[in-house]
């Protein structure tokens, strides 16, 4: 019942994933060539896979939009749960709006 969204034959949704994370980190990997950064596209909810990628990480690093249950929250639901069970250390890191 309803609409059927044509999907072209080439979508692949990890491809398009590794693409639009390249993009993302390549500003920060041109101002800094001597940082050693892994990347990778991992299938699951965000808070269990961020804290597995963890094991032997120096750091990790995790966005934050703050909007769980409480308006201004700083923390959102996700980098609370990797600030409290990641296996190094964490930095949060919280955009200007």
Known sequence: MGWAVPIPD???PAIDAERGL???V???RAEHPA???ETRVAEGHPAPVLVEASRGADLL???SRGRGAFAGMLLGSVSEH???R???PVVV???ES
Request: a negative charge; glycine letters at 8%.
């Open 22 to 24: 390249e993009t993302a």
């Open 26 to 28: 390549a500003g920060v």
């Open 86 to 88: 990641a296996h190094c």
């Open 10 to 12: 080439n979508f692949d």
């Open 35 to 37: 940082v050693a950064m």
């Open 82 to 84: 990797c600030v409290n």
């Open 61 to 63: 690093v995790v966005g």
């Open 93 to 95: 890191h919280r955009a």
